[in-house]
C-alpha cells in the first residue's frame, strides 16, 4: 500500500527544529517513533515505516539535528552538535511531539543503533512503551571482528577525523564515500568513545551506567549475522547493563544471496525479514494492560 508522509516539524529545546515525517493511520492501535542511525536520512526509514502503518500504527520518522533534511549549510562544522545531542535532546523531543500528537495511543520505538543508544539512555525521563533496537551495539572499535574492516574503521576514527577535523574544522565523510555530512562535533564524540573499552560507559562526562541499569522496558535487540560492526558481542556491552529490562534477543542470518549487514535491514528488497520486529511490536500492544 501506498502511505502518505506529512511533512512536520519537531521543537527542540536546542531551538533547532527537527524535519520529520508521519504517517496517520486510521484506527491506529498505536505509534511508533523511529530513532535513526548516525546521520541516516529518513528515506531510509519511509519504507518500513509504511510496513508498519500497514500492520496498524501510526509513525514518526524524521532527521537529527545537523543530519539529513534538518541540517543547515555549514552544520558540519558545528562542534556544539554530539552523539549526545541527539541522544538526550532530539530523542526526547521527537518522543513529546509524538505523545501530543496521538495522545490516546500507546508509543513504541525502533531504534536503529545509535537511535537505541539514546532511547535507552533517557528512558526515565522520555519513557516508550517498549523498543526494538535493531543493529544497535556499543561502537568499539577492538570488537570488530573481521580485520580489514578493522583496520579501515581504526584509521577512520583515529587518523582522518582527528586530522581533518583539526586542519579544515570538519570531516569529508562524503568525499570519503562513507555517506552524508555529518556534524564535526559528533564525529569527534563517536571517534573518542570508540577508543574506549567500554565505549561511553567510560565517559565521565556522562552517566550511562546509571542511566541504562534503570531502563525498564521490553526490549527486541536484533542483531544480523552479516553485520560487521553490530555483532552479538558488541551488542552485550549495551544489553548486559539493562538489568531493568526484558529483553528479547534475535540473531538474524540472512537467505542465501540476501546481505542484510548493518544498514540493509531496513530496504524495500528485505522487506520479508521486517515482521520479525513488527510482530514483536504487535505483541506489545496486545500485552499492555
Known sequence: MTHTFETVEIPTSHGRALTAGIIDTPGARAAVVVHPATAVSQGLYRAFAGHLADQGFSVLIYDYSGCGDTAAPGDD???????????????????????????????????????????????????VDALAMVASHAGVTALIPEVKEKARVWAFFNIIIPLTARITG???????????????????QWAGWSRKENYFF??????????????????????????????????????????????????VTPRAGDSLGHMGFFRTRNSGYWTRVSDWLSDQVTAQP
Not at 99 to 105: A, C, F, Q, S
Not at 115 to 125: E, F, K, N, P, T
Not at 170 to 188: E, H, Q, S
Request: charged share 25%.
Open 77 to 127: 562544522r558545528r562542534r556544539d552538535i554530539a552523539m549526545s545531542t541527539w541522544m538526550f535532546e532530539d530523542i526526547p523531543a521527537a518522543n513529546a511531539f509524538a505523545r501530543e500528537r496521538w495522545p490516546d495511543l500507546g508509543l513504541l520505538a525502533v531504534g536503529h543503533s545509535v537511535g537505541a543508544h539514546g532511547q535507552i539512555a533517557v528512558q526515565q525521563q522520555s519513557p
Open 170 to 188: 570538519r570531516v569529508p565523510v562524503a568525499r570519503l564515500g562513507m555517506g552524508k555530512p555529518i556534524p564535526v562535533g559528533a564525529l569527534t
Open 202 to 251: 567510560d565517559d565521565p562526562g556522562f552517566d550511562f551506567g546509571a542511566r541504562y541499569a534503570a531502563a525498564d522496558m521490553p526490549v527486541q535487540s536484533v542483531c544480523f549475522t552479516d553485520d560487521l560492526w553490530a555483532t552479538r558481542e558488541a551488542t552485550t556491552v549495551l544489553t548486559r547493563r539493562m538489568r531493568s529490562a526484558d529483553i528479547d534477543e534475535v540473531d
